[in-house]
């Protein structure tokens, strides 16, 4: 009985201590592993059906090493990142993460990131009301965390991942404007000329808008409430590579880092958060690895069901349940690129968010995936 207490105990303190102060999460929609761990691929580049400008492109990005190319196209993920916190999900040294769902695609893997769960009756894009309870909707039914936690995307179903109906969440998605009403605090002119420029720049999708607006308004956020808990979701990279335009997809991964390494200037040079908060950075889902596949993700289940237009690849869209994450910041262990003893899942993903703000993820949620024990001091 007295081993059982000591033991409650252990863990007990162990939440306190690595009790980072805020948490912010970036996710990258349906960025690969391949050009996050690899940089451009010149099989794509030098391919006319998706790049217009092959010479520009391969001018820019590509480079001889593997090395040389990813810290070209992420320059803060691979410098500051890499160096200072810790990655994993390079598979071509054997450091695997996945997600846990059968589906591959972006709401549920959302919805597992957050969650914790694999909940596979998630099984459509569509806006359904999420029935799970996402960690940062229960954190906000903390008192200590009330008001405290937002989340922004470019995607316009995030209202529905989140289910902000029930949940109460301060959700800014789509084409949301950012407004008095909503934040609680005075727009600048700056945001309301944004707000302006939102209906007035023509967007390629009819159901997300560019990332700039996403995280200009997310960083206005930031800075004006005070967040304890902040996620940014990134799309253009999923759209572009649906679109088959792979010179866009790579420029808006470049931007995207871009957007990171001045999200974490900021929160390093804003009182309040230098030195204690953590910076997750992960993606939904993965995509295929070559010409014929690489615009796509699918489980063999959703081509055969959700998905029937990709229903000529027989095995779904091989390799695009495999992801990659990033951390950086308090509490998180400076090893740069490990390669776990197991495979890491997606649904760990919120019981190491939790665990890093020093709460228990078994109080929030008894089924969700164990924390990411290897990045943790």
Excluded: C
Excluded at 138 to 152: H, P, Q
Excluded at 213 to 242: C, M, Q, W
Excluded at 321 to 349: C, H, R, S, Y
């Amino acid at each position: 009985m007295l081993k059982f207490i000591l033991l409650l105990l252990l863990v007990s303190n162990s939440f306190a201590a690595l009790a980072a102060k805020n948490l912010v999460i970036v996710t990258i929609d349906g960025l690969r592993w391949q050009e996050v761990f690899h940089g451009a691929d010149l099989s794509l580049i030098d391919n006319k059906k998706f790049v217009e400008n092959s010479v520009l492109l391969k001018d820019k990005y590509w480079r001889a090493s593997k090395n040389e190319r990813r810290e070209v196209l992420m320059p803060f993920i691979w410098k500051t990142v890499a160096k200072q916190g810790v990655i994993i999900g390079d598979r071509d040294i054997g450091s695997k993460m996945s997600v846990a769902n059968n589906w591959y695609f972006s709401y549920p893997g959302y919805s597992e990131i957050f969650t914790g769960v694999a909940d596979n009756s998630i099984n459509s894009n569509k806006k359904i009301a999420n029935k799970n309870v996402s960690f940062l909707e229960w954190l906000n039914n903390n008192n200590s965390f009330k008001g405290n936690v937002a989340a922004f995307g470019g995607w316009d179903v995030f209202p529905y991942i989140f289910n902000t109906k029930r949940s109460h969440l301060y959700v800014n998605a789509g084409f949301m404007p950012l407004t008095e009403t909503t934040t609680g605090y005075a727009i600048s002119q700056d945001m309301k000329l944004l707000n302006q420029l939102q209906k007035e720049v023509p967007s390629p999708w009819h159901n997300v808008r560019f990332d700039s607006f996403t995280y200009r308004f997310a960083k206005d956020y930031l800075l004006n409430k005070k967040p304890r808990v902040l996620t940014i979701s990134l799309g253009e990279t999923d759209d572009f590579a649906h679109d088959g335009h792979y010179d866009q997809y790579i420029k808006s991964t470049q931007r995207s880092d871009a957007f990171i390494a001045d999200l974490w200037h900021t929160i390093q040079n804003t009182a309040g958060y230098k030195d204690n908060t953590v910076l997750l950075i992960t993606t939904d889902h993965g995509r295929g690895s070559s010409a014929q596949d690489w615009q796509h993700h699918a489980s063999k289940l959703a081509t055969e069901t959700y998905m029937k237009d990709l229903n000529k690849f027989k095995n779904g869209i091989v390799g695009s349940n495999n992801i990659w994450f990033a951390a950086i910041g308090a509490d998180i262990k400076p090893q740069g690129e490990i390669v776990p003893d197991k495979e890491i899942k997606q649904n760990q993903i919120a019981a190491t968010a939790l665990t890093l703000l020093g709460e228990d993820p078994k109080a929030f949620n008894a089924q969700a995936g164990e924390p990411i024990m290897e990045i943790l001091k």
